[in-house]
């Protein structure tokens, strides 16, 4: 497992962005694959994005494609969340989350079930 710290949340304005970072210690960050999930205050939680152990497979929620971009830094052992064009219902804490080893089904990653490493959380306000 690895142990994971969000950082990068906050108060923005609707049209605004904000870029989440998940920094990771341990020796499995470069082969697990990463997720952003969201939960906001009486819902379920629901996936963002996801993305593999090299970058090159990207998954998303439709309700943020096109406005959300996940990337990843394995020499930094760090996932991105680059959010713009925020909107008040994008208000959630975020968090991310890590599956080791890889996943090999595509349908996975968008099930919380499948990630065993999870960070704290970050709070995302979008205000109106």
């Known amino acids: 497992q690895v142990q994971l710290v969000e950082s990068g949340g906050g108060l923005v304005q609707a049209g605004g962005s904000l870029r989440l970072s998940c920094a990771a210690s341990?020796?499995?960050?470069?082969?697990?694959?990463m997720g952003w999930f969201r939960q906001a205050p009486g819902k379920e939680r629901e996936f963002v994005a996801a993305?593999?152990?090299?970058?090159?497979?990207?998954f998303y929620a439709d309700s943020v494609k096109g406005r959300f971009t996940i990337s990843r830094d394995n020499a930094k052992k760090t996932v991105y969340l680059q959010m713009n064009n925020l909107k008040p219902e994008d208000t959630a804490v975020y968090s991310c989350a890590a599956a080791w080893p890889d996943l090999n089904y595509s349908g996975s990653y968008y099930s919380p079930r499948e990630y065993d490493s999870w960070g704290q959380g970050t709070q995302v306000t979008v205000s109106s």
């Open positions: 341990g020796s499995t960050f470069s082969s697990s694959a």
């Open positions: 993305i593999n152990w090299s970058g090159g497979n990207t």
